[in-house]
């Protein structure tokens, strides 16, 4: 039974070239991560930059945080499988726009607005899509300003263009995000019975939030005209 069981085990054994294709496959998807890694810092930095030099002509600092995330290799390969696109890095890469994802949390809707348009006024970025969802939220109520950028990376010889994926959303547009996720994959949604009615009422929420984002909006800009 056990010499069974290691013969078995040897047939799974790639042979010694598939081994070397795949150690050298897995290298260069390493690398490739790095890559959307270095671009996060980069993007990151933009941004921190943004908020000092904005917050010198007001008192405070427009951005309230900034959360990065790199797409996990099982996200990856499940949207490639999704879309039934070829398991390369290239299609990787040309294909898939989220893989590195910066979101960027602030205290008002009309601050959003002010560092999307400074962040696409450089001339070492390049929007490749928006997506704004506040002016047109989806139809549960989600609202975000969604952006696929492109930036260069430098390496040691040579500059790489990356794509990173930028939402920006208000702290209370992030709260109703955040809960609406975690709501979502607590259980087969579709499948629960209140399920109509559960969503009504988190689209009420949205709606509820987004007034408070622009009630507490008039009032900083009553406050900053005094
Ligand atoms: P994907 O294949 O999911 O990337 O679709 P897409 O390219 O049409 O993306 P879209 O710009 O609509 O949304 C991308 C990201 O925005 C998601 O991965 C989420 O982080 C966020 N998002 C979009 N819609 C919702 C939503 O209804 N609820 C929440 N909580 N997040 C959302
Ligand atoms: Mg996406």
Redesign the pocket.
């Known amino acids: 039974m056990i010499e069974n069981n290691v013969e078995q085990f040897a047939q799974l054994i790639p042979q010694k070239a598939d081994l070397r294709d795949f150690a050298f496959m897995a290298e260069s998807f390493q690398r490739l991560m790095t890559y959307y890694r270095c671009a996060i810092m980069e993007v990151e930095t933009k941004f921190r930059v943004l908020d000092v030099q904005l917050s010198l002509n007001s008192e405070n600092n427009p951005i309230e945080t900034i959360k990065t995330r790199l797409k996990r290799p099982e996200s990856i390969a499940a949207?490639i499988q999704r879309r039934g696109l070829p398991f390369t890095l290239e299609s990787i890469e040309q294909n898939l726009f989220?893989i590195a994802g910066v979101r960027v949390i602030c205290s008002f809707p009309e601050d959003i607005y002010r560092l999307a348009d400074s962040l696409l006024r450089q001339d070492d970025v390049t929007l490749i899509e928006r997506?704004d969802y506040i002016q047109n939220p989806?139809p549960?109520g989600?609202r975000?300003l969604?952006l696929i950028i492109e930036i260069p990376i430098f390496l040691q010889n040579e500059k790489r263009m990356m794509k990173v994926e930028v939402?920006l959303r208000t702290i209370a547009m992030d709260f109703w995000?955040?809960l609406?996720?975690k709501l979502r994959y607590k259980k087969d949604m579709r499948s629960v019975e209140h399920y109509d009615q559960i969503s009504q009422k988190l689209k009420a929420c949205a709606e509820m939030s987004a007034t408070l984002d622009s009630q507490m909006e008039a009032i900083r800009n009553q406050i900053e005209g005094i």
């Open positions: 949207k989220d997506k989806k549960n989600y975000s969604h939402q995000a955040s609406e996720h």
